[in-house]
């Protein structure tokens, strides 16, 4: 079946806008995950959503971050007044049941760029 | 903290020449330890969950083994093919309450060359 999927695959940007990233998790599952990567680096956890509530956001670098899934499927993710450092691979991530027993499966990542 | 740290941060072999990677973690309490593929310009492609040590676990010429403090993952007669980045995380426990995160090493870069 179908994968994780990511709108846009690139986003090109500058300081001080806002900007929405888009994930599609594999239909059915009901966890989903947000994480950063920059490069060189392994995946950094961002947020953690159990159906429409965000379980865990502990990873959200501040304020200026903030994401949504409304009906515990599609999920946003929202930065505000885009800095340059926030310049990275977002990958999104979705399991089958909870986390205790779930294996995450990755969609391809939203290249961001902020110039 | 919950760390994980992965060696040697790139590794070059040739064609049919077996070797390991290696990946050391701290963690309070361990759920779970996976490794994942990542080609370049993709997102990781799940491998492997090892649960508890002594655990072992093989698909192809990848074969992942667990210690209480260790992960190895061996490469048998690998090919061109087999030439991406290699990334080890583990899922923490916590009594307070459990998310799933995974915790990430910064990965291995494997290139296999004919």
């Known amino acids: 079946g179908a994968g994780v999927s990511q709108t846009p695959s690139n986003k090109v940007t500058e300081k001080g806008k806002y900007v929405e990233l888009r994930c599609d998790p594999i239909?059915?599952?009901?966890?989903l995950y947000w994480y950063r990567q920059s490069l060189g680096q392994g995946p950094e956890f961002l947020i953690y959503f159990q159906g429409t509530g965000a379980a865990d956001d502990s990873g959200l670098p501040n304020d200026r971050f903030f994401a949504v899934r409304p009906e515990g499927s599609v999920s946003t993710l929202k930065i505000q007044r885009t800095e340059r450092g926030d310049s990275a691979v977002y990958l999104c991530?979705?399991?089958?049941?909870?986390?205790?027993?779930?294996?995450?499966?990755f969609g391809p990542g939203t290249r961001l760029l902020v110039l | 903290e919950d760390q994980v740290t992965q060696s040697p941060e790139a590794l070059r072999l040739q064609e049919g020449e077996s070797s390991s990677l290696n990946c050391s973690y701290t963690?309070?309490?361990?759920?779970?330890l996976f490794w994942y593929r990542q080609d370049p310009g993709k997102g990781p492609e799940f491998l492997f969950t090892?649960?508890?040590a002594g655990e072992e676990k093989e698909k192809e010429r990848l074969k992942a083994t667990l210690t209480k403090k260790e992960s190895f993952l061996h490469i048998t007669a690998p090919k061109p093919e087999d030439s991406a980045t290699y990334l080890c995380?583990?899922?923490?426990?916590?009594?307070?309450?459990?998310?799933?995160?995974?915790?990430f090493g910064q990965g291995t870069t494997l290139q296999v060359k004919p």
């Open positions: 991530a979705s399991s089958q049941r909870d986390f205790a027993t779930g294996t995450q499966y």
């Open positions: 239909s059915g599952h009901t966890a």
């Open positions: 963690v309070s309490g361990l759920r779970g």
């Open positions: 090892l649960y508890s």
């Open positions: 995380a583990v899922q923490p426990f916590r009594f307070s309450g459990n998310t799933g995160k995974l915790i």
